[in-house]
């Protein structure tokens, strides 16, 4: 069985940083590409970023490229997200979502298997 | 970036009854077209993808229809467990991008 857990979430001040983790299960971690899509308090889903199945790709939605990192640990079965100089509009819950199909290249697609989410406020 | 609009941005309906929930692209996104359901404090689940593929574990009463920049998702007659919100995706790119969803609720 598929599983996806995110941890990492919390209470951040604005310009402040996060880092998020993924722990997945149930499916061979190192052949799927996977991405992280948030969902604003009461709004729609905005996907945010993705990764190769090797790390040796990334991709980024514009309103976040240049502050925020998507990286994985293979050995660990692990995604993570790194988030700097955080700001208001950046509240959500992060989803992490394996991709339908896992396939090892990033092809933009579409997603199976949801984590449960972990809220990141920003606010002083 | 392709925006998706959707159409309405709430549906009353009473269950029994059929839902038709529509999506527009703005521009072509052939038949790389998804929809979600989710429920309050839940994750999305996928229910079809490819216009009109029911992903696995999905009823026959969801359907999908369209190409290019319309598309339809048809609920057949609506269960109590069907009112959520609903979301459609495209991913002709790399970029995937999500509509601003649909809430079906309870008339």
């Known amino acids: 069985e598929v599983q996806l857990l995110e941890s990492g979430g919390g209470l951040v001040q604005p310009g402040g940083s996060l880092r998020l983790s993924c722990a997945a299960s149930g499916f061979t971690f190192s052949s799927c590409a996977m991405s992280w899509i948030r969902q604003a308090p009461g709004k729609g889903l905005e996907w945010v970023s993705a990764i190769s199945g090797t790390g040796g790709s990334t991709y980024y939605a514009d309103s976040v490229k240049g502050r925020f990192t998507i990286s994985r640990d293979n050995s660990k079965n692990t995604l993570y997200l790194q988030m700097n100089s955080l700001r208001a509009e950046d509240t959500a819950v992060y989803y992490c979502?394996?991709?339908?199909?896992?396939?090892?290249?990033?092809?933009?697609?579409?997603?199976?298997?949801w984590g449960q989410g972990t809220l990141v406020t920003v606010s002083s | 970036e392709i925006v998706l609009t959707q159409s309405p941005a709430t549906l009353s309906l009473s269950p029994g009854e059929r839902a038709t929930l529509s999506c527009r692209a703005s521009q072509s996104v052939s038949s790389y077209l998804a929809w979600y359901q989710q429920k309050p404090g839940q994750a999305p689940r996928l229910l079809i993808y490819?216009?009109?593929n029911r992903a696995t574990g999905i009823p026959a009463r969801f359907s999908g229809s369209g190409s290019g920049t319309d598309f339809t998702l048809t609920i057949s007659s609506l269960e109590p467990e069907d009112f959520a919100v609903y979301y459609c995706q495209q991913r002709s790119n790399w970029l995937p991008t999500f509509g601003q969803g649909t809430k079906l609720e309870i008339k």
């Open positions: 979502a394996k991709p339908q199909g896992g396939f090892l290249v990033w092809l933009g697609g579409y997603f199976d298997y």
């Open positions: 490819d216009t009109s």
